[in-house]
């Protein structure tokens, strides 16, 4: 008989789920309040805290899930730079450098930072000691960057983008966002049959994946049939495609975090919060929708 104790039993599927939504939830209202203050110190000074720091752990985990699978990586240089390039936008978005924070302004400050942050980590394998997979070093610092750092900026460029009431766009964006995860669940836990991709996440159906859509679209509607006279350019047309489309990159983001846990060989991106998982277990289908809004937003809704 063996004296090893059992492992302890993970939690459920649907106690998994049911936390993670209340952590989210409980996250963006804090957001929200803030955003939402009357007091441009607080709202801009809670706003850009929650980023820098979902910027930063993020890429942490991020990097972490790269060292498991066994990818080298500038894990110090990737963080400082994702750390500088959150806050550079922000300070390029509402004026702290003598910018008018114009869309062109704010992508030619990022495209940027990118091309020297791409410079700085070649330099950076020079003067390495033991790597000798730079290619592969910088290609995954450089990844980590743009796939945490640099999509959360979207966020940003939303929630401060001219002309319109961008905190209003924001709570929408989320909202749209999370339904589609609420509905993927709970329609795929109750009829779901047919599996979207097993080899990826065997959990997700495509059931599930029209709840997804059903869930987005219907939350989509209700939103701006309350406040889409406060939302520059929003129909019920824009809508509906908005919460098609939101609620399909967020299927797909959470399957592209999943590609990368079941390669480094994980269930959970890390363990910020015990018995939930990550921060990109919460932020993965954000990350796919921020550009997406962003760009539908000013190249669809308005034109500055």
């Given amino acids: 008989m063996s004296d090893a104790a059992p492992p302890a039993n993970s939690p459920s599927k649907a106690k998994t789920f049911i936390r993670r939504l209340i952590t989210t939830v409980v996250l963006w209202t804090i957001i929200i309040f803030a955003l939402f ?6 709202s801009d000074g809670v706003f850009v805290l929650v980023i820098l720091l ?28 994702g750390i500088l390039l959150t806050a550079g936008t922000f300070c390029n978005l509402t004026g702290h450098l003598g910018t008018s924070g114009s869309p062109a302004r704010v992508n030619d400050f990022e495209t ?3 091309i020297l942050f791409v410079l700085g980590l070649c330099v950076r394998q020079l003067f ?13 610092t450089l990844f980590g960057l743009m796939y945490v750092p640099w999509l959360l900026n979207f966020i940003q460029e939303i929630n401060f983008f001219p002309g319109v009431q961008g905190k209003i766009f924001l709570i929408y964006f989320v909202l749209v966002t999370k ?11 109750l009829i779901g049959r047919h599996k979207m991709s097993p080899r990826i996440s065997p959990g997700k ?27 520059e350019g929003m129909t019920w047309l ?14 797909i983001g959470d399957l592209i975090e999943s590609l990368f846990k079941r390669e480094a060989g994980v269930k959970d991106s ?27 937003l000013r190249h669809v809704l308005t034109h500055p």
Avoid: Q
Wanted: net charge neutral; with cysteine; charged share 10%.
């Fill in 37 to 42: 203050s009357g007091k441009a110190l607080v």
């Fill in 54 to 81: 979902l910027s930063a752990f993020g890429l942490m985990e991020f990097y972490g899930l790269a060292e498991k699978r066994g990818l080298p990586c500038f894990k110090w240089c990737g963080l400082a730079g």
């Fill in 112 to 114: 940027g930072f990118l």
């Fill in 128 to 140: 390495a000691k033991s790597n000798a997979a730079g290619m592969a070093a910088i290609a995954t």
């Fill in 179 to 189: 339904f589609s995860d609420t509905g993927a669940y709970a329609v795929g836990s």
């Fill in 205 to 231: 159906t495509w059931e599930g994946f029209g709840g997804a859509i059903l869930f987005s679209t219907g939350a989509s509607l209700i939103f701006v049939h309350f406040l889409g006279n406060r939302m």
């Fill in 238 to 251: 824009h809508a509906v495609v908005l919460g098609v489309l939101l609620s399909i990159t967020a299927v």
């Fill in 270 to 296: 890390g363990k910020f919060f015990p018995g939930i998982g990550g921060l990109l277990d919460l932020l993965d289908s954000l990350l796919f929708n921020a550009p997406l809004m962003y760009l539908y």
